[in-house]
């Protein structure tokens, strides 16, 4: 709530599984098998449109998503793509969407609002080379939603408080960050969280498949 302007209600979706363990819910991951990611995109946001649609009825402006809810790119894969805009129109949100694009390897964050009408990407800063991620390239920079402008971060960026503080510098009023952690990071990555908040002066809503969601 800024003084400024009128408060925004922001909501971090955590659906309480992960994508990468499938001995944990096999039944999720029916289609999580290459050649096959577009239909497990379109499952995985079945799931987390009953979220989605959930947190907006408790008055959720902005809805963000954990990292790498698909595997691939949002904004070219006709399926997945139309799911999304159909979650956006239909809960009256915006969506702070994340995907892994298997094809380039890079990771990217997108916007979809409640028209439908969906951004262009924000990349993962930080990519984990060790597990064969690219860099995009690209600067940090914001992404308009429900009239603010975030910043984004996904995956291991939280790791460095140095990327929330620049986004606020160039403008960012909120940061997301989506993250796809496992046990052995959870707190670790909360705490960096908080820092993240504290160094950048902005909130930052973390939004993970199991561990830590929060708004910091």
């Known amino acids: 709530d800024e003084p400024s302007g009128p408060p925004v209600a922001v909501a971090a979706v955590q659906p309480g599984y992960d994508t990468a363990e499938e001995e944990t819910e096999p039944?999720?991951?029916?289609?999580?098998?290459a050649g096959e990611f577009n239909l497990a995109a379109r499952d995985l946001m079945r799931d987390l449109g009953g979220l989605t649609r959930r947190a907006a009825?408790?008055?959720a402006e902005i809805v963000v998503w954990p990292e790498a809810v698909t595997f691939v790119d949002l904004q070219h894969r006709r399926g997945a793509r139309a799911a999304l805009r159909r979650i956006a129109r239909d809960s009256g949100v915006t969506i702070v969407a994340p995907y892994f694009d298997r094809v380039s390897q890079t990771s990217a964050a997108i916007a979809a609002s409640p028209r439908g009408a969906l951004t262009s990407p924000r990349p993962k800063q930080r990519p984990m080379w060790f597990l064969g991620e690219?860099?995009?390239g690209a600067e940090p920079r914001t992404l308009p939603a429900a009239d603010r402008e975030l910043g984004t971060l996904l995956g291991v960026d939280v790791q460095d408080p140095s990327l929330p503080r620049t986004l606020s510098h160039v403008g960012a009023e909120i940061v997301t960050s989506s993250t796809h952690d496992w046990s052995q990071l959870a707190t670790q990555h909360r705490a960096l969280a908080?820092?993240?908040a504290k160094a950048s002066g902005a909130p930052v809503v973390k939004a993970d498949w199991?561990?830590?969601?929060?708004?910091y």
């Open 27 to 33: 039944r999720r991951l029916r289609h999580w098998y």
């Open 57 to 59: 009825r408790e008055g």
């Open 134 to 136: 690219r860099a995009a």
């Open 194 to 196: 908080a820092l993240g």
């Open 210 to 215: 199991r561990y830590g969601s929060a708004i």
